[in-house]
């Protein structure tokens, strides 16, 4: 294991006071890494459990290519597909392909 030194200012010129201000900066980032790294081996235990972190998603796969397919027929508007899901306008959006839009739009 690797400790970094730094310069602590205490304000006072005391050895005594300097040395227990690096002491204390030793610990700290000491006890920095092993809440890193226990976060990291907690991630990964959820991993092996078949887990993900973020959010669900708000659509299912089936909804979302319903979506897209009343998009590109020109059925509704991507307002009447939020209402038909109860999503917002924006939550349609980031799940359309809008690969056939020309660029700038």
């Known amino acids: 294991m690797e400790i970094g030194y730094m310069r ?4 006072d010129q005391n050895p005594d006071a300097q040395r227990d201000a690096l002491i ?10 092993l809440i890193v ?10 991993r092996a459990r078949g887990r993900k ?11 979302a290519e319903l979506a ?9 508007t991507v307002q ?3 209402d038909l899901f109860t999503v917002p306008r924006s939550t ?7 690969s056939d839009q020309p660029s700038g739009v």
Do not use: C, M, W
């Not at 602590?8 to 304000?11: P, R």
């Not at 790294?37 to 959820?46: D, S, V």
């Open 37 to 46: 790294a226990n976060t990291h081996e907690g991630l990964a235990a959820a």
């Open 8 to 11: 602590v200012s205490t304000g």
């Open 80 to 82: 009447e597909i939020a």
């Open 68 to 76: 897209q397919q009343l998009y590109d027929a020109r059925e509704k």
């Open 53 to 63: 972190g973020g959010r669900r998603p708000k659509l299912t796969a089936y909804q």
């Open 24 to 33: 204390r900066a030793g610990v700290a980032e000491f006890q920095r890494d």
């Open 92 to 98: 349609v959006y980031g799940y359309l392909n809008k």
